[in-house]
C-alpha cells in the first residue's frame, strides 16, 4: 500500500502482545453482543481452524447501495472444537451452517446459533456435534450490509460523469483488517487460501476481481453474474472487487501477461502513460526477481475516492487517480515520477508482500519497506532519466527525522488491534525499512543482495515469512537444494569472501541486522581525527533529549548498532570501509589528512559528528572545492549538520556557514536541502510574528539565491532534476514576494483566465501561478469555479493548493467547511487540506481550531490510526513553536484521552512541538546575529 500524500508521519505503538494461540480451554470466558459466552477472548483467531477454499457470490445494489452475500469455506480442523472463530464487521449474519465434506451435496446442513463478539470483530458459530481433528468442513454463511460509507471493506464510490450526472461505484479496500466487512472471513494474513468469485450485475457495469473472468451468466431480471477463475492462495486483505462502468486500455509484457488501466470513461486518455509504465515495470521485476508473475493479468483502476495512494490486490491493484493517470497538460514532471514510482510500489509487492506475506503485522516491514525500496530499484532501471535516485535521499532525510524522536518505535513492533496495525504503516516500515535495506545492498554487494532475495521469495513463495527468514536467507546464499539466480549463486565461503571482505568471514548477518530493526532510532557516528589515526564512538542520536537531561544516560543505555561505516579522506578517493560493531573503536589511515568524510553518497542509514576541526575542513573544503565530494555527500553534509543542531551538538552559525557554499552549487540535491532549512526557519519566525528576523531571512533568502532565481525559466524545458528545482525555487521566491516572479506569475494568470483556462501553462509552474492568482479575490473565485469542472487530478491538486494560500481567513474556513461537506472538494482530499491550510502563516489557527471543533467527525470518516488521522493529528501542531501553544495540545488531546492514548501519533505530536519551542528558544538569537552579519 503506498501514501498518497508523503509528511514522514510516525512511529508506533508496542502495546499489547499477548499471544492469541494459548490452550482454548484455558480462555476465560467472554460475553457476546446478546450477552451470552463468547467461546474465545483473543485479538486473533485460534488456529484450531484453517480455511482452504472461499466460494463467495457477492451482488452489490448501486440504487440502494446495499450488498448480499453467501460465502462457502472449506476448512480443515486441526483440533477438536464445537465453534468456529471467525472475523466480521458490520454484517447481518442470515443464515448459517456446517456440513462435514462427506455430506450429501445438496443436503442443507443444520442452521447453526452465531455468536458475535462487537469489540473483537469476531463470530462464533456453535457447532451441536465436534468438529474432529482431520476433519475436511464447509462453513456456508448468507449475510447483508450496506456498502460503506468510508474507504474500506466494500464501499461506494461516486464521480461527476461529462453531462453531470453523479454515478456510483462499488470497490474494495481490506488491507489491513477490513475484508471482514465484506465476507465472514479469517482476516489475519498467515490464514492463506484459493478464492472463487462471483458476483452479480447490471448490463450497464462490468466486475473486476484478482483474477480473469472465466464465465458471464445471464440471470432473471436482466442481471449478469460473473464467474472468476480460481485464485492463487494468499491472505485475505488481498482480495478485491469492483463493479463500475470504467473503460480501460491494454497491453502486454514480453511474457504475456495481459495489463490493463482502468478509469473513468472521460478520463481514460489519462491512462496510457501508466500502462507503458506497468509493462515495463513488471517485465523488470520478473527478471530481477527470476519468478514469473503467477496470474494470467494485472489490473490497474484508478477509483475516485480512494484514502492512500494505493494498494497491492493481486492482480487488481486499486489507485487514487493522482497515482495512476497522467495528463500531459497539467502533469508537472514531479507528477511524473510519483505515478511512475507509486506503479513501481505496487507491483513489487506483487511479489513482496503478495507471494510471500509477513506471518503478522509486525513485521509489515517486509512488505511495505521492500516495496519503497524496490520503487527506486525499478525505477532507476526502467526511466533512468527520472532520476529518481535523488528521491531516496528524501525518503532516509524523512526517517531520521521521525526515528531521532524518543516516541518512534522498531521496524519490527507489536501492533495486536486494528488501531495498533494501522499505525504500523507509518515512515519506519515504509522509508526507514527502505533505506536499511540501501544500506544492507551497498554493504553486500548488489549481486549478493539480488540473490540472497530471489532466494527468500522462492523458498517461501506462498507461505508467510518472519525477520530473520529474510536475514537467513540473504546469509546462506546457496545450499543443496538451491537455485541459480541469473549467473549469481555463492557458497557460504563464496558469499563470506565477496560479501563480506571488509567484515571477516564470520559475518552473522541476522544478529547485525537485529540491531537496526529490533530497536529504535539511529545511530550517531562521532569522529575524532588524531594525526593518522580515526577515534570513533557511537552513541543514540536522539533530537529532544539532550546531554544535560536528567533522563539522557538511561536513554542511551542497552543501544548498540552494527554499523557498516564507508568514508573517504583527502588522500584517496577510494571508499574505505570498516564495520562498527562496538561502543569505540580506532581506524588508522595511511598517512596524514586534512579531511575525512564518513557514510559515502549517503548510503547508510546514520548520523556522523565530526568533533575537533573535523567540521571546519569539510566547510573549507565545500567554499574552496565542493565537487571534491559528490552531491549526495554535499546533501548529506548539510543535512547532518542541522540535524545535529536540533540535538544540541553544533552550534546553528556553524551549520550556516556550511551553507554559505550554495551560492557555487549548481545541482538540485544539495541546494534543495540547504534553501529548505532556511524556509523551514523563516516559517516559524513568521508563523510567531518575529518581525525583524522574518524581514532579515527573507532577505538574506532572496539576496543570496538571486542568481539561481533569475537563472531559472517559467517552461518545462531540462531534466527531471532542472524541472524540480525551477518548480520549487519559483514558488519559494515568490511565497517570499520577489517582484519579478509575482509579475510573471500574475501575467501568466491573467492570460490563463482571460483564455477561460483553455491556455496552456507550463506544468512545472501551474502551482506557482494558481497561488499568485489566488491572492486576489476575483482570482480566488475563478480558482474555485475551475476545480469543481477540472478533469484533471493532478490539476485539481494544485488548485487546492493554491486556494489553501490565500492569506484571507474567511476564504480558509469556507475551504475547510467545503471538506468536511465532501461534495465540491471530496473527502479523501480533507487531511491534505487541512494540512495545507495549517502551513499557511493565517491559517496554522484556523485548522487546529478546525480540528478541534470536528474532530470525532474526522475520526468516523476516516477511522483511529488511519494515514488521514496522523497527518491531521501531527501535520496541523508541526506548525506550532510557542510554550503556550504546546500546552493547549496537550489539553487537546487530555480532552480526547480515550482516543488520543490508543495513538503513537499524539506522542510524536508532542515531542515534535516541544523540539520546535526548545529550538526557537536556543536558537533565535544567533539566527538574529548571523542574519545581520551576513546582510552587512
Known sequence: MTFWFILALLPYSLLGSSEAQEGFGSERSHVASNRVPFPWSQVRLPNHVIPVHYHLSIHPNLTTLNFTGSVRIEIDVQNDTDSVILHSKGLQILRATIQHEGAEPRAEGQVQQVLESLPQEQIAILSPQPLLSGNKYFVHIDYAANLSDGFYGFYRSTYQAKNGEIRTLASTHFEPTSARMAFPCFDEPHFKANYSIKIRRGQSHIALSNMPIEQTVALRDGLLEDHFEVSVRMSTYLVAFVVCDFKSVSGYT????????????????????????????????????????????????????????????????????????????????????????????????????????????????????????????????????????????????????????????????????????????????????????????????DEVFQSGIVRYLKRFSYRNARNEDLWNSIANTCSDDDFTSGTFCYSSGQAAKNAYRYAGEHLDLKRMMNTWTLQKGIPLVIVERSGHVLRLRQERFIKTIQQDHPSWTAEQRGYLWHVPLTYMTSNSRSIGRHLLETKSDTIELEGQVSWVKFNADMNGYYIVHYEGDGWESLINLLNKNHTALSYKDRANLIHNAFQLVSAGRMSLEQALDLTRYLKSETHNVPLLQGIGYLKTFFRIVEKRNITDVTRSLKNYILQYFQGVIDKQTWSDEGSVSDRRLRSDILELACDLGYPPCIKKASQLFKDWAQSNGTLSLPTDVIETVYSVGAQRSEGWAYLLQKYQVSVSGAEKSKILGALASSRVPEKLSRLLDLGMEGAVIKTQDLSSLIYAVSRNPIGHFIAWDFVKKHWNQLVEKFQLGSFCIRNIIIGTTAQFSSKEELEEVKLFFESIREQSSQLRATQVAVENLEKNVRWLEKNLEPLRRWLLKSLD
Open 254 to 445: 514480453a511474457s504475456g501477461i495481459q495489463v490493463s488501466i482502468f478509469a473513468v470513461p472521460h478520463k481514460w486518455d489519462q491512462t496510457h502513460y501508466a500502462l507503458e509504465a506497468a509493462v515495463k515495470l513488471l517485465e523488470f521485476y520478473e527478471e530481477y526477481f527470476n519468478i514469473y508473475y503467477p496470474l494470467p493479468k494485472q489490473d490497474l483502476i484508478a477509483i475516485p475516492d480512494f484514502q492512500s495512494g494505493a494498494m497491492e490486490n493481486w492482480g487488481l491493484t486499486t489507485y487514487r487517480e493522482t497515482s495512476l493517470l497522467f495528463d500531459p497538460e497539467t502533469s508537472s514532471a514531479s507528477d511524473k515520477l510519483w505515478v511512475t514510482m507509486v506503479i513501481g510500489h505496487e507491483l513489487a509487492h506483487q511479489w513482496f508482500g503478495n507471494l510471500v506475506t509477513m506471518e503478522w503485522w509486525n513485521d509489515i516491514w517486509l512488505n511495505e519497506g521492500f516495496a519503497r525500496y524496490m520503487e527506486f530499484v525499478s525505477v532507476d532501471g526502467t526511466y533512468p532519466d527520472l532520476r529518481v535516485e535523488d528521491y531516496l535521499l528524501d525518503t532516509c532525510f524523512a526517517a531520521i527525522g521521525r526515528d531521532s524522536l524518543n516516541s518512534s518505535r522498531a521496524i519490527s513492533s507489536a501492533a495486536e488491534n486494528p488501531t495498533q496495525i494501522k499505525e504500523m504503516f507509518d515512515t519506519v516500515s515504509y522509508d526507514k525499512g527502505a533505506c536499511i535495506l540501501h544500506m544492507l545492498r551497498h554493504f553486500l554487494m
